[in-house]
C-alpha cells in the first residue's frame, strides 16, 4: 500500500522485478512509462533498478493520468516515474 500525506509526492525513476497491479483507492496519480531499453540504470546516488532519467529530463517517457478506481497492469522491468497527488492511496498487488 502507498499513502501519501498532505503534499504531492514522487518516485525516482526504477523499474521492478515482478509486474504490478496498481488499484487506485483515493486521489489521483501520473504514472510516466517507458520501455526498459530507452536507457541504462544508472547514475549519482541511484540503486540498480534507478536512473536519474525521468520525464523532466528525457522525451523517452509517455504520461498515463489515473484517479480513484481505475486499475493499471505495470508491466515488469519498465520504466516508470509516479506523481502522486496529496493524500492518493495506493494499492500495489505485485506477482511473477
Given at each position: 500500500?502507498?499513502?501519501?500525506?498532505?503534499?504531492?509526492?514522487?518516485?525516482?525513476?526504477?523499474?521492478?522485478?515482478?509486474?504490478?497491479?496498481?488499484?487506485?483507492l483515493?486521489?489521483s496519480?501520473?504514472?510516466?512509462?517507458?520501455?526498459?531499453?530507452?536507457?541504462?540504470?544508472?547514475?549519482?546516488?541511484?540503486?540498480?533498478?534507478?536512473?536519474?532519467n525521468?520525464?523532466?529530463?528525457?522525451?523517452?517517457?509517455?504520461?498515463?493520468?489515473?484517479?480513484?478506481?481505475?486499475?493499471?497492469l505495470?508491466?515488469?522491468?519498465?520504466?516508470?516515474?509516479?506523481?502522486?497527488?496529496?493524500?492518493?492511496?495506493?494499492?500495489?498487488?505485485?506477482?511473477?
Amino acid at each position: 500500500v502507498w499513502i501519501n500525506g498532505r503534499g504531492s509526492a514522487t518516485t525516482e525513476s526504477h523499474y521492478d522485478s515482478d509486474h504490478n497491479l496498481v488499484i487506485i483507492l483515493h486521489g489521483s496519480c501520473v504514472f510516466y512509462t517507458a520501455p526498459r531499453r530507452a536507457f541504462s540504470p544508472g547514475g549519482a546516488g541511484c540503486r540498480p533498478n534507478e536512473s536519474n532519467n525521468s520525464p523532466l529530463n528525457s522525451d523517452f517517457f509517455t504520461a498515463h493520468s489515473m484517479s480513484t478506481g481505475m486499475i493499471a497492469l505495470q508491466p515488469a522491468d519498465m520504466w516508470h516515474y509516479v506523481e502522486s497527488s496529496g493524500h492518493c492511496v495506493k494499492l500495489g498487488i505485485f506477482f511473477k
